[in-house]
């Protein structure tokens, strides 16, 4: 039986949630919002643009398989995504619905917990949020940089990430600028960058980050017949449901902390997102590595060959490479050929001698070694890796800030630079994921339980002393020179610091679309329509109809898909049809042979209400793998956007999507806000000496319909397109007989067998909503056009055999 991995084909969850950014460039950009208005309708412009896990994941593939074929960075594989969340305050703007999900909230339920926020209530009279999670004295929320109630109340977090810095900052600085056009105030920029070269991909303390991310079910392949991904040994498959709303979950998840049956059908799809600044105190970190590791000599619990290296990967876990401990205890350095860096378990070490208790490992994923006490019989059982399943996170996180170095001149190099970790993290459940782990695990002295009188203490790597959740005392086990056992206590004072906090959620992308109409649960224009049934309304004998579209079928010279109103039919032009350059004058030729259906009809199509024009893609005609590329331009809400689509080269013409909605301004050769109509081929650039594809692209402006000469290059790239004048674009009334009179162009056909036709190129030109008329264009570098037929009415395109 196939393995089902439809979640790589969603077009509705967020793409960093499962799929994942993976960019060397972040920013999470703080806004907040001015008028109810303008934040719709900015949420509404931005639905589109947001990557969907489909997107993302594809890109993702086609990177590993150029990095995988060649062993280096494809750099010229590159992409920007975007990402959007809301804080509860933020959803209640959009809403103007003061008791949110006041009416599904229960005490210490995740719903509860969100509407909070990091620095709310646990339990009435009892401490704070912020407390519990470690955050007191020099991290308390007062001296948070955004989030907590001392700061500007947040509303939405736009992520922004990108492989090339300039990408980047080119993007930020628009999304900025749409964001003060709909009365936006920008709070807070939250960066991130990956390290390189000798930190690739560690953080700040020098330690590889990020090496045990769950697998998805759904989305990652299983190894058959065991619990982990396939080549991915160790790696567990964790349903989609611990990270994603309304999706199965594991079995031994607390439906009350998660509010399975009390969370609205809106958050479907959705995710809880932790962001948290942490900020890093390297020399303080060493510093203290090195005293504790004094210390332990001086008692002689350690070898005396220990270095501040070796004891630091036993507080982590983890050496520095990301090796673990637990499969390399050396004194100094890790082993070489130890084996993967997540096929290892803990059970063979119960009591800590060679990854500690307290490690950063064990405390945030105890895997097979967690011991507890049955509360019926008292005795210390081991704890199934089910249980741990249900504390899982995606941790999306991406250190800020220069590496240290002292010797460096530059100040943001040394001990006062800003440098730290960008936490994010994904989950279905804030209370018995994050939080859990944060507060139960983490900051708990006593866990895990029953080893008195020596408590393991906290994760000295991320918590240490803090006031009024832990004195920093942590427990060392080893073995005495005699042999015996023997515990060291340490101390370790935190040199995490957070310095911002926020709890948001990511919605899918209907539910955006939802939110801009200022209610979560509205309908969408789509599914209105959708309600009004399937019948199709046939145009009565002798109506004509706007035509939006012409495609030919693939494979054949006398098919064709009309795109009119809503509905595609497949019609077929006739010998005589062709003799004669006209249209339903000949009995046999010019008729309707099938009415497909509504434009959802075509799985590519679903969503798409207005359509546009449809664009062959040069490098996929066909494809490699047989299907036929186009690229469908689309109104949504008023705006214009764009996606790419496959065709199947035979019967039954199965279509389906590539990728989700994207903003025209990633077509550089059309002028922005410029509404785009039609395409004509350039009849001697198909293609043209150098390669490309040339094509006069018509768009609507406020003065008019435009044309311009623009190319495409056929380079297996996206979207390599250029303007090929870089004069000003012409009106329509300059392009000369051909158009004589025509106001608005809305789609050209060629003409089948009169590609060159003494030494010139048919098309049909249907135009000004009703009309159609035959023109050529000279196969030379002027490209004189002539008219060959007088208007027609569009009719005859749509008439019934």
């Known amino acids: ?295 332990l000599k001086d008692l002689k619990a350690v070898d005396k060959d220990m270095t501040r290296h070796g004891l630091a990967a036993r507080v982590v876990g983890r050496w520095r490479d990301g090796t673990p401990v637990a499969l390399s205890n050396a004194v100094d350095r890790p082993q070489a050929g130890v084996g993967a860096r997540n096929d290892f378990g803990f059970k063979d070490d119960p009591d800590g001698l060679k990854t500690p208790l307290f490690s950063h490992l064990r405390k945030t994923n105890p895997r097979d070694g967690l011991i507890d006490f049955d509360e019926k019989t008292g005795r210390p059982e081991l704890v199934g890796e089910e249980f741990m399943d249900i504390r899982r996170i995606m941790r999306r996180g991406i250190p800020y800030g220069l590496p240290f170095d002292p010797m460096s001149a530059n100040p943001d190099c040394g001990p006062d630079g800003k440098r730290g970790l960008t936490f994010v993290c994904y989950q279905a459940d804030l209370v018995s994921q994050f939080e859990f782990i944060q507060v139960r695990w983490i900051n708990d002295s006593n866990f895990p339980k029953g080893r008195d009188p020596h408590e393991p203490g906290p994760d000295p790597m991320v918590s240490g002393e803090l006031k009024e959740v832990s004195d920093g005392r942590v427990s060392y086990e080893c073995t005495a020179p005699s042999g015996e056992r023997q515990t060291v206590p340490l101390d370790f004072k935190p040199f995490v ?158 279509s389906r999507a590539v990728g989700d909605d994207q903003e025209m301004s990633r077509w550089r050769s059309i002028d922005p806000g410029a509404h785009v109509d039609a395409f004509l081929p350039v009849p001697d650039m198909q293609p043209a000496g150098d390669g490309r594809y040339g094509y006069w692209v018509f768009f609507t402006t406020q003065v008019g319909q435009r044309y311009r000469l623009i190319s495409l290059k056929r380079s297996g790239q996206y979207l390599p397109d250029k303007a090929e004048r870089s004069w000003d674009p012409s009106l329509i009334g300059n392009w000369g007989r051909a158009l004589e009179g025509v106001t608005r162009v809305d789609a050209f056909l060629a003409v089948p067998t009169k590609e060159n036709s003494a030494g010139k190129q048919w098309f049909w030109a249907f135009h000004d909503a009703e009309k159609y008329r035959v023109m050529t264009v000279k196969r030379d570098g002027n490209h004189d056009g002539d008219r060959i037929t007088d208007d027609a009415p569009t009719a005859v395109w749509s008439r019934k055999q």
Do not use: C
């Not at 690739?200 to 619990?227: L, R």
């Not at 006398?558 to 049809?577: A, C, N, P």
């Open 1 to 295: 039986m196939a393995t089902d991995l439809s979640l790589r084909q969603d077009p509705e969850i967020q793409g960093d949630i499962i799929a994942g950014f993976k960019k060397d460039h972040v920013r999470l950009l703080l806004l907040q919002f001015g008028g109810v208005d303008g934040a719709r309708a900015w949420v509404g412009g931005l639905a589109p643009q947001i990557a969907t896990t489909r997107r993302v994941a594809e890109f993702n593939a086609k990177y590993s398989a150029a990095l995988n074929s060649t062993g280096d960075n494809p750099r010229s594989l590159k992409a920007t995504w975007l990402g959007l969340s809301f804080t509860y305050e933020g959803l209640q703007f959009l809403t103007t619905d003061e008791k949110l999900l006041t009416e599904e909230a229960r005490t210490g339920d995740t719903l509860d917990a969100f509407i909070q926020g990091p620095d709310g209530r646990l339990v009435p009279d009892g401490p704070s949020r912020a407390t519990a999670l470690g955050d007191t004295d020099d991290s308390a929320p007062q001296h948070w940089e955004f989030g907590g109630g001392f700061n500007p109340g947040v509303h939405a977090v736009l992520t922004v990430a990108a492989d090339d810095v300039a990408d980047l900052d080119a993007e930020v600085a628009r999304q900025l600028g749409e964001a003060k056009q709909n009365d936006l105030t920008h709070l807070y920029t939250q960066e991130g960058e990956h390290l390189h070269d000798d930190a690739e991909g560690k953080e700040h303390f020098g330690f590889v980050d990020g090496t045990s991310q769950p697998a998805v079910e759904g989305f990652d392949e299983p190894e058959p017949d065991t619990p982990f991904a396939k080549g991915k040994p160790g790696t567990r498959m964790i349903p989609a449901g611990e990270f994603v709303i309304g999706l199965p979950g594991a079995p031994k998840h607390d439906p009350e902390t998660a509010a399975t049956a009390r969370m609205p059908a809106w958050m479907g799809k959705g995710s809880f997102q932790v962001i948290r600044r942490l900020e890093q105190d390297v020399p303080g970190w060493w510093s203290q590595i090195d005293t504790q590791l004094r210390r």
């Open 497 to 654: 610091h957070t310095r911002g906090a926020l709890y948001t959620f990511v919605p899918a992308i209907s539910t955006l679309k939802r939110l801009a109409l200022g209610d979560p649960n509205a309908k969408l224009p789509e599914e209105l329509q959708q309600e009004q049934g399937q019948k199709i309304p046939e145009p009565l004998p002798g109506q004509s109809l706007p035509v939006d579209a012409v495609l030919p079928v693939p494979g054949t010279t006398d098919r064709f898909w009309t795109f009119q109103q809503g509905v595609i039919r497949l019609i077929k032009i006739g010998k005589g049809e062709r003799a004669q350059l006209l249209t339903g004058d000949v009995d046999d030729t010019g008729l309707v042979t099938q009415t497909v259906g509504k434009y959802s009809a075509w799985p590519a199509l679903q969503g798409v209400v207005q359509l546009d024009i449809i664009l062959p893609v040069p490098d996929e005609q066909p494809a490699g793998d047989g299907t036929y590329g186009y690229w469908v331009f689309h109104t949504n809400n008023g705006k214009q956007v764009f996606r790419r689509i496959a065709l199947a080269g035979a019967e039954p013409w199965t």
